[in-house]
């Protein structure tokens, strides 16, 4: 029980079981303040005012720039 306890802790603290690399959580976190002070656009050019379309701006960008970050979902 205790080996269990402790492999779950190892794997947890191993950074290849990070979906998101810190580099994408600062890119969107950029974003979301964006979004707070009105001064972020989609790209139609309409003002932000949805947190989670913030949040997938930011995860896109982070994709483009090649940070660790999962593949959008398909439509």
Known sequence: MANRKAAKKTAAKNSSTRKYSPESGVSVAR???A???GKLRSGSGQIVTNPKQAI???LSEARRAGEKVPAAPER
């Open 56 to 58: 997938a701006i930011g």
């Open 35 to 37: 979004m707070k002070e």
């Open 31 to 33: 974003e979301v303040e």
